[in-house]
């Protein structure tokens, strides 16, 4: 079946440490994405990339990193310098200005 | 640029119509609706490209007033399973890809 794929669902982190949540996606999308939501909040951007090798910071690109080496992966490492990461993670791809497939989400708590 | 919706919350009964609104400050290329319930990665709904286009999907309706640089999204007859949150997402012209979200409107159906 096609469709996205994030692991893991959830991930506990101490502080000062850097994590990285995984994205895949089968459906031979061009353009990933990834965003954050806090509860009772929207979705807010932090990272897009349109084509393999590119990406472009999102609104709150402080403290993510993010790289796009295949077409078909877009992994999201949350730094350190993230002071308050604990949230619900959302990957995200599509076709060229088309609706957004959703991955299941990587909830990710800071102890 | 974060689209502006409204209402925040809605309650509804059973078979009640409502309305969801969505601004923006920007000339808009499209708008996306989305339903997320929670915990869940929000699913899509409809997809709106500029030109006063409006979509149905069983009771659920939009519209988009590229000119007003807003979108409605009408749910009539609302089901039990209409319960959740609804997110505007918006992308300005050019050749972006990107979709920034509104904060949300959080519609309860009660029986």
């Known amino acids: ?111 | 640029q974060q689209p502006v919706q409204s209402p925040q919350a809605v309650i509804l009964r059973e078979g009640e119509d409502a309305v969801i609104n969505c601004s923006s400050s920007k000339a808009l290329y499209s708008v996306h609706w989305y339903r997320q319930k929670h915990g869940e990665a929000p699913v899509f709904l409809m997809i709106l490209l500029k030109g006063g286009e409006q979509k149905g999907h069983e009771k659920i309706s939009a519209s988009f007033n590229e000119k007003k640089q807003q979108s409605s999204l009408y749910l009539t007859a609302s089901q039990l399973s209409y319960s959740g949150t609804y997110f505007c997402g918006t992308e300005m012209g050019g050749a972006t890809n990107k979709l920034i979200f509104g904060t949300g409107t959080l519609l309860a159906v009660q029986p």
């Open chain 1, 1 to 111: 079946d096609g469709g996205i794929t994030q692991s893991p669902k959830y991930l506990f982190r101490k502080e000062g440490q850097n994590v990285t949540l995984s994205c895949e996606q089968n459906l031979n999308h061009d353009a990933m994405y990834w965003y954050r939501q806090d509860p009772g909040q929207g979705l807010r951007l932090i990272y897009y990339s349109q084509i393999v090798n590119d990406f472009q910071k999102g609104d709150i690109a402080e403290g993510y990193s993010v790289s796009r080496e295949k077409k078909e992966s877009f992994p999201l490492t949350v730094t350190s310098a993230q002071k308050n990461p604990t949230a619900f993670y959302l990957c995200a791809s599509s076709r060229y200005r088309e609706r957004l497939f959703f991955g299941e989400g990587s909830r990710l708590t800071v102890l």
